[in-house]
């Protein structure tokens, strides 16, 4: 069974930083390309980012692009967003799931719901 947590997050002042980490039970993350999503209140789910077979980033939203880079630690499992001036419209609740160079999120996941409960990210004006 799949199982995973997102971590990492909480209340931060307009242009500060934090680092998010993702961990899983049940996938193998070296297996896809992960990425991560992020979901406000009252608003539909987007792709933040997508990291490659590189280990690193590779597709970003526009709105996070030169701000938020992405990054995996091969072999261990692990996944981390570090995310660079943060704005308020950056607050979501921020989770990790295969995705694709389009941002969509991949490997059937929502079929199955492996969605971890998230992590909340605040940012203060």
């Known amino acids: 069974q799949v199982q995973v947590v997102e971590s990492g997050g909480g209340l931060v002042q307009a242009g500060g930083s934090l680092r998010l980490s993702c961990t899983a039970s049940?996938?193998?993350?070296?297996?896809?390309?992960m990425g991560w999503f992020r979901q406000a209140p009252g608003k539909e789910r987007e792709g933040v980012l997508c990291i490659g077979w590189s280990g690193t980033s590779e597709y970003y939203s526009s709105s996070v692009k030169g701000r938020f880079t992405g990054s995996r630690e091969k072999g261990k499992n692990t996944l981390y967003l570090q995310m660079n001036s943060l704005k308020p419209e950056d607050t979501a609740m921020y989770f990790c799931?295969?995705?694709?160079?389009?941002?969509?999120?991949?490997?059937?996941?929502?079929?199955?719901?492996?969605w971890g409960p998230g992590t909340q990210v605040t940012v203060s004006s």
């Open positions: 799931a295969p995705c694709t160079p389009r941002l969509r999120v991949g490997a059937n996941w929502d079929r199955n719901n492996y």
């Open positions: 049940g996938l193998t993350f070296d297996d896809y390309l």
